[in-house]
């Protein structure tokens, strides 16, 4: 299985951002796409996540509003769209696949495979 996301770079704060993330290997549709950051010197973190049957949507508090995840199964891959980037989103964004229980998905240990990270920086 390979994860491969893409479409970091450098946004100015209020622009936007699509992050994509490609993947290979596996049932794509069944399975949970995450999105988790890691910022400098802090813990990685729960961003958002799109279940593969029915497309239940979640997301952290503090992307509510601004970030949306999405899925195309056809393609095997999962976006996050971001947008009123603010300079505390700047981290390394890593994609992540799994099928975890409800209660878990929001849990870094709920998923089986990462890709690799891009880094999103937001100047201010």
């Known amino acids: 299985v390979q994860l491969q996301a893409s479409g970091g770079g450098l946004v100015q704060a209020g622009g936007s951002l699509r992050l994509s993330c490609a993947a290979s290997g596996l049932g794509f549709s069944a399975y949970t796409i995450a999105w988790f950051h890691q910022a400098p010197g802090k813990e990685r973190e729960f961003v958002a996540s799109?279940?593969?049957?029915?497309?239940?949507?979640f997301y952290a508090d503090s992307v509510k509003g601004r970030f949306a995840i999405s899925r195309d199964n056809a393609k095997n891959t999962g976006y996050l769209q971001m947008n009123s980037l603010k300079f505390e989103d700047t981290a390394v964004y890593y994609c992540?696949?799994?099928?975890?229980?409800?209660?878990?998905?929001?849990?870094?240990?709920?998923?089986?495979?990462w890709g690799q990270g891009t880094l999103v920086t937001v100047s201010s």
């Open positions: 799109i279940r593969g049957s029915g497309g239940a949507t």
């Open positions: 992540a696949t799994g099928r975890p229980i409800l209660s878990n998905i929001r849990n870094a240990d709920g998923y089986w495979y």
